[in-house]
């Protein structure tokens, strides 16, 4: 299946409009993303949300924390963790960077380049995102509004975290995180690209079943006593 964890969310008809075009474009799962501020409110009209768009394409949610306090956020991931199927913060920073990896509630670590002149990852961070089972995210859309030597520069910094991935083998998933219409591309455009820079088909392959890992997950993150140990019901 096709997943993109992270499409920019607003409101009723936005979202609508937006599962629509990520449908016809070949999408299977959508998640849209609220930062922090906004995700309880958006959770008030999610039962709406699914009327309205009915059969069109699976869809949830993903809190996206955005903080460069790391005792705020870990105080939001403890606030919404059984509320949410995917957590995720946004990175750049590096002691974000270093809190987000090394925290079992947290799904996700996205853009962990952002506003750096670097990936934002080094050997370090990359055994914490193995250790914790946190994914780390790169997004279409800081390559596709960027110009010239910054957008060199954000391709550059995937190329970076492409290598140590080869090398640890952390959960990566990739998105769109497309904030309208005319953002979202469909699901051959956006393999093409990540394979023009540097993915291979099976690793872009990959990313997209690791995404959908993460929302098993937590649907049964709650019978998870700690890492490879379910609790099983007793239904006799």
């Known amino acids: 299946m096709f997943f993109d964890l992270n499409i920019v969310g607003n409101g009723l008809e936005k979202n609508h409009a937006l599962a629509v075009e990520a449908s016809k474009y070949g999408w299977e799962h959508i998640n849209f993303s609220y930062n922090q501020n906004d995700f309880k409110d958006a959770l008030k009209f999610k039962d709406e949300l699914s ?7 699976d869809f949830d949610y993903t809190l996206e924390i955005e903080s460069n306090n790391v ?3 870990r105080k939001f991931t403890r606030k ?3 509320k949410s199927l995917c957590i995720s913060v946004i990175g750049g920073d590096l002691k974000v960077n270093r809190a987000v990896l090394e925290n079992v509630q947290i799904d996700v670590l996205s853009r962990p380049y952002l506003k750096r002149f670097d990936g934002g990852l080094n ?3 990359a055994k914490e995102a193995v250790r914790n089972n946190v994914a780390v995210e790169l997004c279409f859309k800081d390559v596709l509004r960027s110009y010239l030597s910054h957008r060199s520069k954000v391709i550059s910094n995937f190329k970076d975290i492409y290598t140590l991935y080869r090398k640890f083998d952390f959960p990566l998933i990739l998105s769109s995180r497309a904030e309208s219409v005319f953002d979202i591309r469909s699901t051959h455009d ?3 690209f990540f394979a023009q820079t540097g993915l291979s088909g099976a690793e872009i392959n990959k990313s997209f ?5 993460i929302l098993e997950f937590n649907k049964e993150r709650k019978n998870f006593i700690f890492n490879g140990v379910r609790r099983v019901l007793d239904e006799a």
Request: hydrophobic share 50%; charged share 20%.
């Open 51 to 57: 009327e309205v768009i009915g059969n069109i394409i």
């Open 123 to 125: 050997h370090v961070l």
């Open 80 to 82: 919404f963790r059984k």
């Open 71 to 73: 005792s705020e956020i």
């Open 190 to 192: 956006f393999v093409a």
């Open 209 to 213: 079943k690791t995404a959908g890992n």
